[in-house]
């Protein structure tokens, strides 16, 4: 009998789990066996019914999952690297591709322009904001590095913050900040286990501890463990007390229902190839209207200095990219971002309550629903360390076929991301839970 161990090996899978665990992509995947053609029938109507009524309704969450293209090779619950276009998505891009690459430089100075303000527009709409107040961006990383190296209001002296949750890169870019400017940094834990108001007594704690913060750096959605903060109110709680807030939204838009008004800060930072599922190498940034002039304009640039676009320049970025964003979020709007939501939390849920019945796993990310959307992370009880959690991630792909990521920088210990998508069903959630039972007996 062919076991699963064995067919991931013959697949190709097993062999390159180190390059897939650290999330590069690994030779000899290629060929993987792949799962049934996509659906390119249009999507059947939701069934009525509240958002979290539908979130349970098998057969329509079925067709869903029909309009994505999903590999056999492995259980893929890690979506949050980047969201896997619909079938619907990557027609219209493949489309877009072959347009420009028919009408080439042609296209680029006569017609592009136009289909990029209706990209932007249409964005714009979908995130509650004006076009003049967002920029499209490579990625989230590309657009909060603009938002942080050329923020303004950081003088000697003065204090720039962020916390062990927040992105590496982005904690990088608080770091170049300040030692650009003659600043200090600040930095604080998100403390384990979570609560809405154990994570406003921590921002407000350090925010009070270092009265000349200037600057603070707050994630949405977190990457590390999923936990989604308040940001409204920790914004408010920072500008009371002279901070600017940056808020890096990558994980945010699709995943979670959202308006950027609602988060209440000036500054985000997003991107479009995760969770709305637009193709890979499109992000933005928004700057609200009336704090354009706390961003520097991108280094070098001379034109249209009162616009938005002179805060990054990119360079020749992928037409065909940019135009398949609008393709992205009529698909999105197909499935309704309320019921979306309420699908990724019943695939979250499944799993993550029968697994805080094992002993010897520690769920790291709250129920609260106003704390969580499609990503948890868990650890072994007791191991926070590297080499433990890159094992639980290992083993979780080469003995039970099921793909997940190992996530450093949390204070109290690494661990491992579980990211389910629309794909993914509640089959899956139970194939997690038994593999967690065996890897927790050891």
């Given at each position: 009998?062919t076991?699963?161990?064995?067919?991931?090996?013959?697949?190709?899978?097993?062999?390159?789990a180190?390059?897939?665990?650290?999330?590069?992509?690994?030779p000899?995947t290629?060929?993987?066996?792949?799962?049934?053609?996509?659906s390119?029938?249009?999507?059947?109507?939701?069934?009525s019914?509240?958002?979290?009524q539908?979130?349970s309704?098998?057969?329509?969450?079925?067709?869903?999952?029909a309009?994505?293209?999903?590999?056999?090779?492995?259980?893929?619950?890690?979506?949050?690297?980047?969201?896997?276009?619909?079938s619907?998505?990557l027609?219209a891009?493949?489309?877009?591709?072959d347009?420009?690459?028919?009408?080439?430089?042609?296209?680029?100075r006569t017609?592009?322009?136009?289909?990029?303000?209706?990209?932007r527009?249409?964005?714009a709409?979908a995130?509650g904001v004006?076009?003049?107040?967002?920029?499209?961006?490579?990625?989230a990383?590309?657009?909060?590095?603009?938002?942080?190296?050329?923020?303004?209001?950081?003088?000697a002296?003065?204090?720039?913050?962020?916390a062990?949750?927040?992105?590496?890169?982005?904690?990088?870019?608080?770091?170049?900040?300040?030692e650009?400017r003659?600043?200090?940094?600040a930095?604080?834990?998100i403390?384990e286990?979570?609560s809405?108001d154990?994570?406003l007594?921590?921002?407000e704690?350090?925010?009070?501890?270092?009265?000349?913060?200037?600057l603070?750096?707050?994630?949405h959605?977190?990457?590390?463990?999923?936990?989604v903060?308040p940001?409204?109110?920790?914004t408010?709680?920072?500008e009371?007390?002279?901070?600017?807030?940056?808020?890096?939204?990558?994980?945010?838009f699709?995943?979670?229902?959202?308006?950027l008004?609602?988060?209440?800060?000036?500054?985000v930072?997003?991107?479009?190839?995760?969770?709305?599922g637009?193709?890979?190498?499109?992000?933005l940034?928004?700057?609200r209207?009336?704090?354009?002039?706390?961003?520097a304009?991108?280094?070098?640039?001379?034109s249209?200095l009162?616009?938005?676009?002179?805060?990054?320049?990119?360079?020749?970025?992928?037409?065909?990219?940019?135009?398949?964003v609008?393709?992205a979020?009529?698909?999105?709007?197909?499935?309704?971002?309320?019921?979306?939501a309420a699908r990724?939390?019943y695939l979250?849920?499944a799993w993550v309550g029968?697994?805080?019945?094992?002993?010897?796993?520690d769920?790291?990310?709250?129920?609260?629903?106003?704390?969580v959307?499609a990503?948890?992370?868990?650890?072994?009880?007791?191991?926070?360390?590297?080499?433990?959690n890159?094992e639980?991630a290992r083993?979780?792909?080469e003995?039970?076929?099921?793909?997940?990521v190992?996530?450093?920088?949390?204070?109290a210990g690494?661990?491992?991301?579980v990211?389910?998508?629309?794909?993914?069903?509640?089959?899956d959630?139970?194939?997690?839970?038994e593999?967690?039972?065996?890897?927790?007996?050891?």
């Open positions: 009998m076991t699963r161990r064995e067919f991931l090996r013959r697949a190709g899978v097993a062999s390159a180190p390059l897939l665990l650290s999330g590069c992509e690994a000899g290629a060929g993987a066996p792949e799962g049934p053609a996509p390119s029938l249009p999507l059947p109507a939701p069934p019914g509240a958002p979290a539908v979130a309704d098998e057969n329509w969450w079925r067709e869903v999952a309009r994505y293209a999903v590999t056999d090779a492995v259980t893929n619950m890690e979506a949050g690297f980047f969201g896997m276009m619909a619907p998505v027609a891009y493949h489309a877009h591709i347009r420009v690459n028919r009408a080439s430089s042609y296209y680029a017609e592009y322009g136009a289909d990029a303000r209706a990209a527009e249409r964005t709409q995130l004006d076009a003049g107040e967002i920029a499209f961006t490579r990625n990383t590309e657009a909060l590095q603009a938002l942080i190296l050329q923020f303004r209001g950081v003088e002296g003065d204090t720039v913050m962020y062990d949750l927040d992105y590496p890169a982005m904690q990088q870019a608080m770091n170049a900040l300040a650009r003659g600043a200090e940094v930095t604080f834990d403390p286990p979570a809405r154990g994570l007594a921590a921002y704690a350090a925010l009070d501890a270092h009265p000349r913060t200037r603070l750096l707050v994630t959605a977190n990457n590390k463990t999923g936990l903060h940001v409204r109110e920790i408010a709680m920072a009371a007390r002279g901070a600017e807030v940056i808020v890096d939204a990558a994980h945010s699709g995943q979670l229902p959202l308006a008004p609602d988060l209440g800060a000036a500054f930072g997003v991107n479009l190839h995760k969770w709305v637009a193709p890979v190498g499109v992000g940034f928004y700057i209207a009336d704090r354009l002039d706390a961003i304009p991108a280094p070098g640039e001379a249209a009162d616009r938005i676009d002179s805060r990054v320049h990119t360079g020749t970025t992928s037409f065909p990219a940019i135009l398949t609008p393709d979020l009529d698909f999105q709007d197909s499935i309704g971002v309320e019921r979306k990724l939390r979250r849920d029968p697994a805080r019945e094992i002993d010897g796993v769920i790291l990310t709250p129920d609260d629903p106003d704390l959307g990503i948890t992370s868990f650890r072994l009880r007791g191991d926070g360390s590297r080499e433990g890159l639980v083993r979780l792909l003995e039970h076929g099921i793909f997940t190992y996530r450093t920088g949390v204070a690494d661990c491992v991301r990211t389910p998508s629309l794909y993914n069903t509640p089959a959630a139970e194939r997690l839970v593999a967690l039972a065996v890897l927790a007996r050891g």
